[in-house]
């Protein structure tokens, strides 16, 4: 069992996983059950790294195949009388696949070392949670706070700050969302949420069930968030990490299974005001992450795009589990969604692996409206959800995209599309390098069904 104090009223997800036992070294783990997640429950582990380990993994039904992902670590198994063993030899989040199908999975999180000390209860500016249920509304931190969530920890609740630096949010803990109803508020925007603050820190919860987007921060700078593992499961909008309007934003070495875009880069304006006030939005690296997405993108540059620029957005080295395709041609694996005028520029995709993705590869595009949310290409004096609009940029651009390394290794192989609109709206330098579509090499549009328009220009594949 994890660390749970006896005396807190019970929690669904105190109950182990009806589907798998698991061992770590001969030593019986605690497999924790999330029982909504899209194709059934999800169950997994949690645990702290500390040197290569065997595990043995017992499903409580009979199964023919298994195998872990990502394939990029490189990880072996032997399945033998209904058990699977398999050893792992770094830190990550991991996948066991069994019956070659998606359904019933079993995530393996093996955590990396805080980059700091665990804070101790009663330390000056600490909120601490130690073992058991808590029951909190939204938990708002000011500056120079630190806000940690002990192991066994489950905390129902959210986390905002607004006008704050130098905060922090760490622990092994769990943060639960399942008590707020679904859909954003004007008192609840998202279950993680920072306004206007500066040097946050996010490391090593884990995230269940949110109301909305997930980890969000709007208009901040220098955000670092590590080690996070989220899993979300509301009908629609529960992106996983949002840098909204931010800069110099680091997510690195996580984790998000979502029921919308794990990773959305968006530009929200959300005050009255005119484009020439849109904050900008650049330097956004997102690097050795795990991600899995029940709907819309893998991972999205838009499709809310209201900001003056958006430039130097990386990822870099990340593995995709799962891609759907509930959204059809609208979205993608990767994308790059314009609803606003907005210049987009040094855009980098690099070692990417897409395991299974039943959705376009790559989809890159302006557009006038997204699930009936109008673009503000409008005319001056106009309004758009009560805000009046004036001063609205009138061209833009998606420019100096590159793709290097990037391998679509299974799912159906589907068209990906760049385009344009007009002749004031266009795409240009775009270049694909190194990239493998099911095992086979793609030198031209031809080999990955690439469709464009007449706005879109200089396409290159090396």
């Not at 109803?181 to 949420?193: K, M």
């Not at 993108?297 to 891609?323: P, Q, W």
């Not at 795409?427 to 090499?441: A, W």
Request: proline content about 6%; some cysteine.
């Amino acid at each position: 069992m994890p660390e749970n104090a006896s005396n807190h009223p019970s929690s669904i997800y105190e109950r182990p996983s009806p589907d798998y036992a698991v061992t770590i070294d001969g030593e019986e783990q605690f497999v924790w059950h999330f029982p909504g997640l899209a194709g059934g429950a999800a169950a997994w582990i949690s645990f702290d790294f500390e040197k290569p380990v065997t595990l043995t993994v017992t499903p409580m039904r009979k199964i023919d195949t298994a195998s872990v992902s990502p394939v990029s670590a490189g990880i072996q198994s032997s399945l033998d009388d209904n058990t699977v063993t398999f050893a792992i030899d770094k830190p990550g989040h991991y996948f066991l696949k069994t019956n070659d199908a998606f359904q019933l999975p079993l995530y393996i999180f093996a955590n990396e070392r805080p980059s700091a000390p665990p804070p101790k209860e009663g330390d000056p500016n600490v909120r601490y949670y130690g073992p058991g249920i808590h029951q909190e509304d939204l938990i708002e931190l000011q500056s120079d706070e630190t806000l940690y969530l002990a192991p066994g920890a489950l905390v129902y609740g959210g986390i905002k700050a607004k006008n704050a630096r130098n905060i922090r949010v760490c622990g092994k803990g769990t943060l639960i969302g399942s008590n707020f109803p679904h859909g954003r508020t004007p008192e609840r925007f998202s279950l993680i949420d920072f306004l206007d603050c500066q040097d946050v820190v996010l490391e090593g919860i884990l995230v269940l069930d949110s109301f909305g987007w997930t980890a969000v921060t709007r208009n901040c700078d220098r955000v670092h968030m590590r080690d996070m593992k989220l899993l979300s499961e509301r009908p629609w909008s529960t992106d996983g990490y949002n840098p909204c309007s931010s800069r110099d934003v680091l997510i690195e070495s996580s984790f998000a299974r979502c029921k919308d875009d794990c990773v959305s880069v968006k530009g929200l304006q959300w005050e009255n005001g005119d484009a020439a006030t849109w904050p900008e939005i650049r330097d956004i690296t997102v690097r050795n992450c795990v991600f899995w997405s029940d709907n819309n993108n893998g991972v999205v540059i838009g499709s809310e795009t209201r900001a003056k620029t958006i430039e130097n957005i990386r990822f870099e080295n990340c593995d995709f589990l799962y891609v759907s395709n509930t959204c059809g041609d609208v979205a993608g694996a990767l994308s790059i969604i314009c609803l606003d005028d907005t210049e987009v520029r040094n855009i980098d995709f690099e070692n990417i692996r897409i395991e299974h993705s039943e959705a376009p590869p790559f989809n890159f595009h302006f557009t006038n409206e997204i699930f009936r949310i109008p673009g503000s290409r409008v005319a001056e004096g106009d309004v758009i959800r009560g805000s009046v609009m004036k001063n609205l940029r009138e061209t833009g651009v998606i420019e100096g995209v590159r793709l290097k390394g990037v391998e679509i290794v299974g799912g159906p192989h589907r068209r990906s599309y760049i385009n344009g609109i007009d002749e004031k709206r266009i795409v240009q330098d775009v270049s694909f390098e190194n990239l493998r579509i099911h095992g086979q090499p793609v030198s031209s549009s031809e080999d990955c069904r690439l469709e464009t328009n007449a706005f879109a220009q200089d396409i290159r594949f090396k």
